[in-house]
């Protein structure tokens, strides 16, 4: 038995030795520890955060467009779309491949609802690349039917859902077209202060009120915030600013007589304007030929946008605003309050028409060849007589005359909320010289004084002059936005309309309205046509001629107001190839006026 | 040999330390706690903390048995166990499973078992009773040369498989057992200046994957989404749980997939801790192991032969690099190296392993008498 064995102490020292080690060793990992997760934890909470936080640009929904007693013009519609939510779609085994999955999934969704899939493979593979977090939207605005069939079947199959988004309606489908535009999908903005992972497109006016109103309509984006996982697939959605929907706005435009305005235009192509001549506000406005906005959501086919592009009657273009034509006899009115202001000529102030005007050797002719007679500036008016017109332009010379017309906003733009308007041309000698290095002769200043020539306006900028012969010569601004209203509240509120400027003297322009009443009221007045039962109106109709004289091609205008003494609507119509503006323009009108004081007596019998 | 020194039956366990014994449970429990919490976002992964306990319970049971045998049967044997664990070994390469490009595994009657674990507490084993020889110089060069070839014939077959990490646990553990048992400190030193200095020679034999993680170690940048991926993903993941953590089943880094799931509960086990326990409960984890370490070598202090007290002191240091290196990489201290943490990771063969390593520590205590450490 040998006695119990001992360590000795050195041994029992270097265990000592060898356990502080240890406990160094641990203290090391022990302020490692202190040093990452309460020293520098904050920072490392913000990193894992930013590492698995994505933010997703969510886009509001645009307001609405209502016309001036609150119909709809521009509404939205819930649309429903078949989704595909990756993450349940990820593939349980390494092998498996996500894009077959989607595939898969496609298939078997197509075959209940009966519609191939909307996005091709590469669709397909761009999405897992760019924006695996976001649902892969694979049918957009499926109908109602699929809808059905959808409920009923593919509950069951995972991944899949409807997936709701507002879309873009036209209730009215091509009424009002050219005023309200259409839309498209906005192009990716770079928002450096805010930058988005995932940035789904607003959708933005692309033409009409659409655009001129965007800053209204445009809904406020909001931000999703989606937490991910290492594989970039959805896991949670951690935060969400809402996205808001963009402002309503009220249009000036009444339904009633848009849709009057549209019937009047029925088979031909040209444009009408109408306003209220108190303050200009645009109660209608028409252009034909027409297209459906409708087709612009969420974007039209690569064939309909040819389609409209190609077409050589430019659907797509309004006529009210964007086209200028020789205005014709319905200048005629202009130039007399032109003569009056001169002093040289007044009402009274006659000149004799044998049917036509020799001056030098070329001979300008009046529209009717037996002439007019001895005739005052009212019967001149009349019978819209050239030779009479030829006499006071030759008297007053052409700056008069272009000075008038400028001050009733003919060769500018009137500032309608419309894009692509043109301001019309007022020629005058300078300008003739200037530019077609000639001089200014006396054949230009009749051809001035009739509305042929080098002159051309638009038909809104004919409302306007309509307008000041029924308001008694105030110049309005025409616009189009009434009112406008925040989301979520309830009433609009109105937007001043601008004020009009006083710019013909009252007395002289009642002299040119009796004029205008006789065109309509007398019974061999030009435009007698437009004559409706039991209202006084007044117009100017006028007749020019355009393309190769052998064609013999005619533009027909009328200018009209009323019903007199107190004038509400005051027109200007346009039609391309027309007989003459009394035949073809004026009976449209006619129709326009009758439908309209019809809409407003029954509206008014209502209490509308 | 008296009849004092054999406690023969089960009533040695009376004489086992309950220190040890506690703080070795309850890192299993942390352990298959957070195994539960690690692998409940993946299928594949749900039910590991399932198969852990029941790791746990054969380890439990490897450690009673070695317990009631007591270390002098069991170190009698270190010779016929250590050629058996060479042997393993070299079959390991031969005929091994091969797992991410390393033949670390044998396919075992259909469970996978990693030799290396087991070959390391035998290595211990044999090299405690060789250096406890009575007529042992250990001062002299002979001695280091002995000593060398016991730890070198499995370190070389572990490197072999390529298990780098595995296989460097060996050197420290080696070393330390040298120390404790008499050599002198200026021998031990220029050892390790030599074989610091010989680090640079071995960078050509080192495989690619290795090289990259040693790269990486000192720029993880530069392929964050490839190998730099473990290490900032570990580090954000320990770092963002702060002083208290998300608590438990709360971290975010282990459930959306940034720490790559298979890994994370076994090498990477702490970054889940770290995460959903916080500094205060990392470091509760380091008090167990603390806890674990001073009762080793209290037992290596209290053993009733030098033999014994040599075993006590490599198993703790066989614990305590297992323990550091993990948490070091873990935590960005150190490179990728693929160890587990002894007693927490999941993982059968090394639980087994530290088991019957437990088993010995404890036997040593038992059949030692008190003495102050």
């Given at each position: 038995?040998?006695?119990?064995?001992?360590?000795?102490?050195?041994?029992l020292?270097?265990?000592?030795?060898?356990?502080?080690?240890?406990?160094?060793?641990?203290?090391?990992?022990?302020?490692?520890?202190?040093?990452l997760?309460?020293?520098?934890?904050?920072?490392?909470?913000?990193?894992?955060?930013?590492?698995?936080?994505?933010?997703?640009?969510?886009?509001?929904?645009?307001?609405?467009?209502?016309?001036?007693?609150?119909?709809?013009?521009?509404?939205?519609?819930?649309?429903?779309?078949?989704?595909?939510?990756l993450?349940?779609?990820?593939?349980?085994?390494r092998?498996?491949?996500?894009l077959?999955?989607?595939?898969r999934?496609?298939?078997?969704?197509?075959?209940?609802?009966?519609?191939?899939?909307?996005?091709?493979?590469?669709?397909?593979?761009?999405?897992?690349?760019?924006?695996?977090?976001?649902?892969?939207?694979?049918?957009?605005?499926?109908?109602?039917?699929?809808v059905?069939?959808?409920?009923?079947?593919?509950i069951?199959?995972?991944?899949?859902?409807l997936?709701?988004?507002?879309?873009?309606?036209?209730?009215?489908?091509?009424?009002?077209?050219?005023?309200?535009?259409?839309?498209?999908?906005?192009?990716?903005?770079?928002?450096?202060?805010?930058?988005?992972?995932?940035?789904?497109?607003?959708?933005?006016?692309?033409?009409?009120?659409?655009?001129?109103?965007?800053?209204?309509?445009r809904?406020?984006?909001?931000?999703?915030?989606?937490?991910?996982?290492?594989?970039?697939?959805?896991?949670?959605?951690?935060?969400?600013?809402?996205?808001?929907?963009?402002?309503?706005v009220?249009?000036t435009?009444?339904?009633?007589?848009?849709?009057?305005?549209?019937s009047?235009?029925?088979?031909?192509?040209?444009?009408?304007?109408?306003?209220?001549?108190?303050?200009?506000s645009?109660?209608?406005?028409?252009?034909?030929?027409?297209?459906?906005?409708?087709?612009?959501?969420?974007?039209?086919?690569?064939?309909?946008?040819?389609?409209?592009?190609?077409?050589?009657s430019?659907?797509?273009?309004?006529?009210?605003?964007?086209?200028?034509?020789?205005?014709?006899?319905?200048?005629?009115?202009?130039?007399?309050?032109?003569?009056?202001l001169?002093?040289?000529i007044?009402?009274?102030?006659?000149?004799?028409?044998?049917?036509?005007?020799t001056?030098?050797?070329?001979?300008?002719?009046?529209?009717?060849?037996?002439?007019?007679?001895?005739?005052?500036?009212?019967?001149?008016?009349?019978?819209?007589?050239?030779?009479?017109?030829?006499?006071?332009?030759?008297?007053?010379?052409?700056?008069?005359?272009?000075?008038?017309?400028?001050?009733?906003?003919?060769?500018?733009k009137?500032?309608?909320?419309l894009?692509h308007?043109?301001?019309?041309?007022?020629?005058?000698?300078?300008?003739?010289?200037?530019?077609?290095?000639?001089?200014?002769?006396?054949?230009?200043?009749?051809?001035?004084?009739?509305?042929q020539?080098?002159?051309?306006?638009?038909?809104?900028?004919?409302?306007?002059?309509?307008?000041?012969?029924?308001?008694?010569?105030?110049?309005?601004?025409?616009?189009?936005?009434?009112?406008?209203?925040?989301?979520?509240?309830?009433?609009?509120?109105?937007?001043?309309?601008?004020?009009?400027?006083?710019?013909?003297?009252?007395?002289?322009?009642?002299?040119?309205?009796?004029?205008?009443?006789?065109?309509?009221?007398a019974?061999?007045?030009?435009?007698?046509?437009?004559?409706?039962?039991?209202?006084?109106?007044?117009?100017?109709?006028?007749?020019?001629?355009?393309?190769?004289k052998?064609?013999?091609?005619?533009?027909?205008?009328?200018?009209a107001?009323?019903?007199?003494?107190h004038?509400r609507?005051?027109a200007?119509?346009?039609?391309?190839?027309?007989?003459?503006?009394?035949?073809?323009?004026?009976?449209?009108?006619?129709?326009?006026?009758?439908?309209?004081?019809?809409?407003?007596?029954?509206?008014?019998?209502?209490?509308? | 040999?008296?009849?004092?020194?054999?406690?023969?039956?089960?009533?040695?366990?009376?004489?086992?330390?309950?220190?040890?014994?506690?703080?070795?449970?309850?890192?299993?429990?942390?352990?298959?706690?957070?195994?539960?919490?690690?692998?409940?976002?993946?299928?594949?992964?749900?039910?590991?903390?399932?198969?852990?306990?029941?790791?746990?319970?054969?380890?439990?049971?490897?450690?009673?048995?070695?317990?009631?045998?007591?270390?002098?049967?069991?170190?009698?044997?270190?010779g016929?166990?250590?050629?058996?664990a060479?042997?393993?070994?070299?079959?390991?390469?031969?005929?091994?499973?091969?797992?991410?490009?390393?033949?670390?595994?044998?396919?075992?009657?259909?469970?996978?078992?990693?030799?290396?674990?087991?070959a390391?507490?035998?290595?211990?084993?044999?090299?405690?009773?060789?250096?406890?020889?009575?007529?042992?110089?250990?001062?002299?060069?002979?001695?280091?040369?002995?000593?060398a070839?016991?730890?070198?014939?499995p370190?070389?077959?572990?490197?072999?498989?390529?298990?780098?990490?595995?296989?460097?646990?060996?050197?420290?553990?080696?070393?330390?057992?040298?120390?404790?048992?008499?050599?002198r400190?200026?021998?031990?030193?220029?050892?390790?200046?030599?074989?610091?200095?010989?680090?640079?020679?071995?960078?050509?034999?080192?495989?690619?994957?290795?090289k990259?993680?040693?790269r990486?170690?000192?720029?993880?940048?530069?392929?964050?989404?490839?190998?730099?991926?473990?290490?900032?993903?570990?580090?954000?993941?320990?770092?963002?749980?702060?002083?208290?953590?998300?608590?438990?089943?709360?971290?975010?880094?282990?459930?959306?997939?940034?720490?790559?799931?298979?890994?994370?509960?076994?090498?990477?086990?702490?970054?889940v801790?770290?995460?959903?326990?916080?500094?205060?409960?990392?470091?509760?984890?380091?008090?167990?192991?603390?806890?674990l370490?001073?009762?080793?070598?209290?037992?290596?202090?209290?053993?009733a032969?030098?033999?014994?007290?040599?075993?006590?002191?490599?198993?703790?240091?066989?614990i305590?690099?297992?323990?550091?290196v993990?948490?070091?990489?873990?935590?960005?201290?150190?490179?990728?190296?693929?160890?587990?943490?002894?007693?927490?990771?999941?993982?059968?063969?090394?639980?087994?392993?530290?088991?019957?390593?437990?088993?010995?520590l404890?036997?040593?205590?038992?059949?030692?008498?008190?003495?102050?450490?």
């Open positions: 038995m040998s006695p119990r064995w001992l360590p000795a102490g050195w041994e020292a270097r265990i000592r030795l060898l356990f502080a080690a240890m406990f160094v060793g641990i203290l090391v990992v022990e302020l490692a520890l202190w040093n997760q309460v020293a520098r934890g904050r920072e490392f909470q913000q990193d894992l955060a930013r590492q698995s936080v994505r933010r997703v640009r969510i886009p509001g929904p645009r307001g609405r467009i209502f016309d001036c007693r609150g119909r709809p013009l521009a509404d939205n519609r819930l649309s429903f779309s078949i989704a595909l939510y993450e349940e779609l990820r593939p349980r085994s092998k498996g491949s996500l077959n999955e989607v595939q999934t496609l298939d078997e969704v197509a075959a209940i609802i009966g519609q191939p899939p909307g996005v091709t493979s590469n669709d397909i593979i761009a999405h897992i690349r760019r924006r695996l977090p976001l649902p892969l939207v694979a049918w957009r605005d499926v109908s109602e039917a699929a059905a069939k959808w409920a009923e079947m593919a069951r199959i995972p991944g899949v859902d997936y709701p988004e507002p879309v873009r309606v036209y209730p009215n489908g091509h009424v009002a077209c050219h005023v309200l535009g259409y839309t498209r999908r906005a192009e990716l903005q770079d928002v450096p202060e805010e930058p988005y992972h995932y940035y789904l497109a607003d959708v933005e006016g692309a033409s009409g009120v659409e655009k001129t109103f965007d800053y209204l309509l809904g406020q984006a909001g931000v999703r915030l989606v937490r991910v996982n290492a594989a970039g697939y959805r896991y949670e959605d951690v935060d969400a600013t809402e996205p808001a929907p963009g402002y309503d009220q249009l435009l009444d339904l009633n007589l848009q849709r009057a305005a549209e009047a235009l029925d088979g031909v192509q040209g444009a009408i304007v109408v306003l209220d001549p108190s303050d200009g645009v109660l209608a406005m028409a252009s034909r030929p027409a297209f459906d906005p409708n087709v612009f959501v969420p974007a039209p086919s690569l064939e309909q946008w040819n389609a409209l592009c190609k077409d050589p430019l659907p797509l273009v309004n006529r009210a605003v964007a086209g200028a034509y020789p205005p014709g006899s319905t200048f005629k009115p202009v130039v007399a309050i032109a003569a009056l001169s002093r040289s007044g009402p009274n102030t006659e000149f004799s028409c044998p049917g036509y005007l001056l030098g050797n070329a001979r300008f002719r009046c529209w009717d060849n037996l002439g007019h007679g001895t005739l005052d500036m009212r019967r001149a008016i009349r019978f819209s007589c050239n030779v009479y017109f030829y006499h006071v332009g030759l008297e007053l010379g052409p700056q008069a005359i272009a000075a008038t017309a400028r001050a009733a906003g003919l060769g500018s009137t500032g309608i909320d894009e308007e043109v301001a019309g041309f007022v020629p005058d000698p300078s300008w003739k010289r200037r530019t077609l290095r000639d001089v200014w002769r006396d054949g230009d200043t009749c051809n001035f004084a009739i509305g020539g080098f002159l051309t306006a638009t038909p809104i900028q004919m409302a306007v002059v309509a307008s000041m012969f029924a308001n008694g010569g105030r110049r309005v601004t025409p616009h189009l936005l009434k009112a406008s209203r925040a989301p979520g509240a309830e009433e609009f509120v109105p937007v001043p309309a601008p004020a009009p400027q006083y710019v013909w003297p009252p007395s002289a322009v009642k002299v040119v309205q009796e004029g205008m009443r006789d065109v309509v009221m019974p061999d007045g030009t435009g007698r046509r437009m004559f409706v039962q039991g209202y006084e109106f007044a117009g100017k109709t006028g007749t020019a001629e355009y393309g190769p052998q064609e013999g091609r005619k533009r027909g205008w009328m200018i107001f009323g019903p007199l003494p004038p609507w005051a200007a119509m346009v039609v391309e190839d027309a007989v003459s503006g009394g035949i073809t323009v004026a009976p449209r009108l006619q129709k326009f006026f009758a439908a309209a004081l019809g809409a407003a007596s029954t509206s008014e019998d209502r209490g509308l | 040999m008296s009849a004092a020194r054999h406690h023969p039956g089960w009533a040695v366990l009376r004489r086992c330390d309950p220190w040890m014994a506690s703080a070795a449970l309850t890192l299993l429990g942390v352990g298959i706690a957070f195994i539960y919490s690690a692998g409940r976002h993946a299928a594949t992964l749900s039910s590991l903390w399932l198969k852990q306990l029941s790791w746990a319970g054969l380890a439990v049971l490897g450690c009673l048995a070695v317990v009631r045998t007591g270390y002098h049967r069991i170190l009698r044997q270190a016929a166990l250590y050629v058996i060479v042997a393993v070994l070299v079959l390991t390469l031969i005929a091994g499973t091969r797992i991410n490009g390393a033949r670390c595994w044998l396919n075992f009657f259909g469970i996978q078992l990693q030799p290396s674990e087991l390391k507490v035998a290595t211990v084993l044999l090299l405690a009773r060789e250096l406890a020889r009575p007529d042992l110089n250990a001062e002299h060069w002979s001695t280091l040369a002995r000593t070839a016991i730890a070198g014939i370190f070389v077959l572990i490197l072999l498989q390529p298990d780098l990490g595995t296989a460097m646990v060996l050197l420290p553990v080696t070393a330390a057992m040298l120390f404790v048992a008499g050599m400190i200026r021998q031990l030193l220029t050892i390790g200046v030599a074989g610091i200095a010989l680090l640079p020679v071995t960078w050509p034999f080192l495989d690619s994957y290795q990259e993680r040693i990486v170690f000192f720029d993880p940048w530069r392929d964050p989404l490839g190998s730099g991926w473990n290490k900032i993903q570990s580090e954000l993941a320990v770092g963002s749980g702060g002083l208290w953590g998300k608590g438990w089943l709360r971290g975010t880094q282990n459930t959306l997939g940034y720490l790559p799931q298979p890994v994370a509960p076994t090498d990477f086990i702490f970054s801790i770290g995460e959903e326990a916080g500094f205060i409960g990392s470091s509760l984890l380091l008090l167990l192991f603390l806890v370490l001073w009762r080793a070598l209290e037992a290596a202090s209290r053993a032969d030098r033999a014994g007290l040599l075993l006590a002191v490599g198993l703790a240091t066989l305590f690099v297992h323990m550091f993990n948490l070091g990489m873990t935590i960005g201290l150190l490179p990728i190296v693929g160890l587990p943490l002894p007693l927490v990771s999941y993982g059968g063969s090394f639980l087994i392993a530290t088991g019957l390593g437990l088993g010995l404890l036997s040593v205590y038992a059949q030692g008498s008190p003495a102050t450490m």
